[in-house]
């Protein structure tokens, strides 16, 4: 069946080059990468920016943040729970805690640990796309942005409307060691939108609920989110969301497997925005932000039926205040600004503890001359833990022709240690370490963008040198694991990815995206290998590849992803889905994991096997 698919898969990919003389013109509209201070096309970027666009995100067969990640090249989603469980996020080979993530711009940092920073209340209908940005961005979002950033950016709705939508699903496999019960999991959402001139506002609320795909790996969440756009007037808008989600899972071998057979966790996460834009001139706009999230984290090693004993609770804060400014001038464009985050925790093994961090940008983009555009600029950050430190970066881009441009680029970055890497006091598991450095990345990267009408290609190299990598690292399996900074991580990378788009008829096209990462990493002047918990994880190869056919309001798009990592067994992982519009009603079949591969992400338990879901969709907006 495997060498069916990719043998249709080739076929297709060569009847694409044959069909270039009979292609229709596809026009889109041009994507502005929103960067805080400066606004581009990204036809004008100089970074390697990936983006995932609105209608590529509702073919594919998933319904959650996490499950759409998993599809983008580059981007390393190690997920425990299934279907928007926890999962862990990386980029290029980083840790999980070194991509900061954003929400139309404002950081989703957690404080406590990056395990929890994708429980957020969004769900896939609101996002208009997702921009991702690789390699260090501390001159674009300041701190935790030392691999690279993920930009959610949410949709305006242009009209109102409702929103019905539910499924359900199975792998048809019985819960053996538990209650016998067959697996499941289902669904329902529901949403409201108002889209009027001068005012948009849009709620959404849902609830899923599965008893799991193995023993004691069931969940129940819940999640509603809002969002305001008021246009003031021509010069001035204001936009608002507010979010709340909680999250319950069985976490059967999450963190100390195998004792940890009957852990649970409950985490629940409050985020709070509000921020405008000012046009003071024709050329000069001002960008007020206000950020604040509330998190917590009640992990309960014993499950719910001895809270007594190895429970840890933890309770974080932090707000955040931006300032952002950009100035048009004959020459170029300048952009600055300024942020100021506080961050605390109480926490029954970490303790109580506070940080705070001021930061400052300064960028300028210009064209040197016709074709050769320049970006340059610096982040000086203040940390009340790790004192003054200066991050900078230059980007450039030279077009050869309307069609082919050589882009560069070199950038620095930074994580500050997480509450987590610092305090833990989890023994015998682990514990944390109070003198950890913070991370620093210097990269540099060379690459090309090709763009001719419906073929776009992208091909780039990097260098990268991490300081101070951390990891949390054992020399003999007898003693907890504990933080240290390992030392320092050389990684050489090559990143392509290219996507073609033909029209068969008026009524019929059909798109093909394909990417392949490869990653060699290396530790630098290391005296010892010990046993390490995330590192060992990385992924070396990934290749992904979508196919998707609409003809009308018929879809199927077939998704397929080749991980290969440093250590154990590669795999293939191979999706679908199905759906059929009737007007405003949607009808949509999706199937995961098709040929029932066994396959890690972390640790040592398996993710579902063959799932199978029904589910349908009622959309008036």
Same mark, same amino acid.
């Given at each position: 069946?495997?060498?069916?698919?990719?043998?249709?898969?080739?076929?297709?990919?060569?009847?694409?080059?044959?069909?270039?003389?009979?292609?229709?013109?596809?026009?889109?509209?041009?994507?502005?990468?929103?960067?805080?201070?400066?606004?581009?096309?990204?036809?004008?970027?100089?970074?390697?920016?990936?983006?995932?666009?609105?209608?590529?995100?509702?073919?594919?067969?998933?319904? !959650?943040?996490?499950?759409?990640?998993?599809?983008?090249?580059?981007?390393?989603?190690?997920?425990?729970?299934?279907?928007?469980?926890?999962?862990?996020?990386?980029?290029?080979?980083?840790?999980?805690?070194? !991509?900061?993530?954003?929400?139309?711009?404002?950081?989703?940092?957690?404080?406590?640990?990056?395990?929890?920073?994708?429980?957020?209340?969004?769900?896939?209908?609101?996002?208009?796309?997702?921009?991702?940005?690789?390699?260090?961005?501390?001159?674009?979002?300041?701190?935790?942005?030392?691999?690279?950033?993920?930009?959610?950016?949410?949709?305006?709705?242009?009209?109102?409307?409702?929103?019905?939508?539910?499924?359900?699903?199975?792998?048809?496999?019985?819960?053996?060691?538990?209650?016998?019960?067959?697996?499941?999991?289902?669904?329902?959402? %529901?949403?409201?939108?108002?889209?009027?001139?001068?005012?948009?506002?849009?709620?959404?609320?849902?609830?899923?609920?599965?008893?799991?795909?193995?023993?004691?790996?069931?969940?129940?969440?819940?999640?509603?989110?809002?969002?305001?756009?008021?246009?003031?007037?021509?010069?001035?808008?204001?936009?608002?969301?507010?979010?709340?989600?909680?999250?319950?899972?069985?976490?059967?071998?999450?963190?100390?497997?195998?004792?940890?057979?009957?852990?649970?966790?409950?985490?629940?996460?409050?985020?709070?925005?509000?921020?405008?834009?000012?046009?003071?001139?024709?050329?000069?706009?001002?960008?007020?932000?206000?950020?604040?999230?509330?998190?917590?984290?009640?992990?309960?090693?014993?499950?719910?039926?001895?809270?007594?004993?190895?429970?840890?609770?933890?309770?974080?804060?932090?707000?955040?205040?931006?300032?952002?400014?950009?100035?048009?001038?004959?020459?170029?464009?300048?952009?600055?600004?300024?942020?100021?985050?506080?961050?605390?925790?109480?926490?029954?093994?970490?303790?109580?503890?506070?940080?705070?961090?001021?930061?400052?940008?300064?960028?300028?983009?210009?064209?040197?001359?016709?074709?050769?555009?320049?970006?340059?600029?610096?982040?000086?950050?203040?940390?009340?833990?790790?004192?003054?430190?200066?991050?900078?970066?230059?980007?450039?881009?030279?077009?050869?022709?309307?069609?082919?441009?050589?882009?560069?680029?070199?950038?620095?970055?930074?994580?500050?240690?997480?509450?987590?890497?610092?305090?833990?006091?989890?023994?015998?598991g682990n514990i944390g370490n109070p003198d950890l450095e913070s991370e620093n990345a210097f990269q540099s990267e060379f690459g090309f963008k090709f763009n001719r009408k419906s073929l776009n290609l992208n091909v780039n190299y990097f260098y990268r040198e991490?300081?101070?990598?951390?990891?949390?690292?054992?020399?003999?399996?007898?003693?907890?694991?504990?933080?240290?900074?390992?030392?320092?991580?050389?990684?050489?990378?090559?990143?392509?990815?290219?996507?073609?788009?033909?029209?068969?008829?008026?009524?019929?096209?059909?798109?093909?995206?394909?990417?392949?990462?490869?990653?060699?990493?290396?530790?630098?002047?290391?005296?010892?290998?010990?046993?390490?918990?995330?590192?060992?994880?990385?992924?070396?190869?990934? %290749?992904?590849?979508?196919?998707?056919?609409?003809?009308?309001?018929?879809?199927?798009?077939?998704?397929?992803?080749?991980?290969?990592?440093?250590?154990?067994?590669?795999?293939?992982?191979?999706?679908?889905?199905?759906?059929?519009?009737?007007?405003?009603?949607?009808?949509?079949?999706?199937?995961?994991?098709?040929?029932?591969?066994?396959?890690?992400?972390?640790?040592?338990?398996?993710?579902?096997?063959?799932?199978?879901?029904?589910?349908?969709?009622?959309?008036?907006?």
């Amino acid at each position: 069946m495997k060498k069916i698919y990719f043998a249709v898969t080739a076929l297709i990919c060569t009847n694409f080059y044959a069909q270039t003389k009979k292609d229709s013109i596809i026009e889109i509209d041009e994507v502005i990468i929103h960067e805080n201070r400066l606004s581009t096309p990204i036809s004008k970027q100089n970074r390697n920016v990936y983006v995932i666009s609105n209608e590529t995100i509702k073919k594919l067969p998933g319904r !959650t943040l996490q499950e759409v990640l998993q599809y983008a090249n580059g981007v390393d989603i190690r997920q425990r729970g299934p279907f928007g469980g926890q999962a862990d996020i990386s980029v290029d080979g980083g840790s999980f805690e070194q !991509t900061v993530v954003l929400l139309n711009g404002a950081k989703i940092i957690d404080s406590q640990t990056a395990h929890n920073m994708l429980n957020l209340p969004l769900p896939v209908e609101a996002i208009e796309r997702i921009e991702i940005l690789r390699g260090p961005a501390a001159r674009i979002f300041g701190i935790n942005s030392l691999t690279g950033a993920i930009n959610i950016i949410t949709k305006k709705p242009t009209k109102s409307g409702v929103l019905l939508s539910t499924y359900a699903g199975s792998n048809f496999e019985k819960d053996s060691d538990d209650t016998g019960d067959t697996f499941f999991g289902t669904g329902v959402q %529901v949403g409201a939108v108002l889209g009027k001139e001068k005012q948009q506002h849009s709620i959404f609320a849902s609830h899923d609920k599965s008893n799991g795909y193995r023993y004691n790996t069931g969940f129940e969440n819940n999640k509603i989110l809002y969002q305001g756009n008021v246009q003031v007037n021509d010069s001035n808008e204001i936009l608002g969301s507010f979010g709340y989600v909680k999250n319950g899972f069985g976490a059967n071998g999450f963190y100390a497997a195998p004792g940890d057979k009957n852990s649970t966790e409950v985490v629940q996460t409050t985020f709070a925005n509000i921020q405008s834009k000012h046009a003071i001139t024709d050329n000069w706009k001002i960008m007020p932000r206000v950020t604040y999230r509330y998190n917590y984290d009640d992990y309960r090693y014993l499950g719910n039926n001895n809270l007594n004993a190895g429970r840890s609770q933890h309770y974080t804060n932090s707000i955040a205040a931006e300032l952002n400014s950009s100035i048009k001038t004959e020459k170029g464009e300048i952009g600055f600004g300024a942020e100021f985050r506080n961050e605390d925790i109480h926490s029954s093994n970490i303790g109580d503890h506070d940080r705070e961090n001021v930061g400052i940008y300064a960028e300028y983009k210009t064209y040197l001359f016709e074709k050769l555009n320049v970006n340059l600029g610096t982040y000086l950050n203040y940390n009340s833990d790790y004192k003054w430190q200066i991050y900078p970066g230059l980007d450039a881009s030279y077009e050869l022709t309307n069609e082919f441009k050589v882009i560069a680029n070199v950038g620095t970055s930074q994580r500050i240690p997480s509450f987590t890497d610092l305090y833990l006091n989890q023994r015998p598991g682990n514990i944390g370490n109070p003198d950890l450095e913070s991370e620093n990345a210097f990269q540099s990267e060379f690459g090309f963008k090709f763009n001719r009408k419906s073929l776009n290609l992208n091909v780039n190299y990097f260098y990268r040198e991490i300081s101070n990598y951390i990891d949390w690292t054992r020399m003999v399996t007898t003693v907890p694991w504990q933080s240290q900074n390992y030392g320092d991580l050389i990684t050489n990378g090559i990143n392509m990815r290219g996507s073609y788009s033909f029209n068969f008829s008026d009524d019929s096209k059909m798109n093909f995206t394909l990417g392949y990462s490869y990653l060699d990493s290396k530790f630098k002047d290391t005296r010892d290998e010990p046993y390490s918990k995330y590192l060992i994880s990385s992924l070396k190869h990934q %290749v992904t590849n979508t196919i998707d056919f609409q003809h009308k309001d018929f879809s199927v798009l077939l998704a397929t992803r080749f991980n290969e990592r440093v250590t154990g067994a590669s795999y293939w992982i191979n999706d679908a889905r199905i759906s059929q519009s009737i007007k405003k009603f949607t009808i949509f079949i999706d199937a995961q994991n098709i040929f029932n591969t066994t396959y890690y992400e972390i640790g040592a338990f398996p993710l579902p096997a063959r799932w199978f879901s029904l589910g349908a969709k009622f959309v008036t907006f």
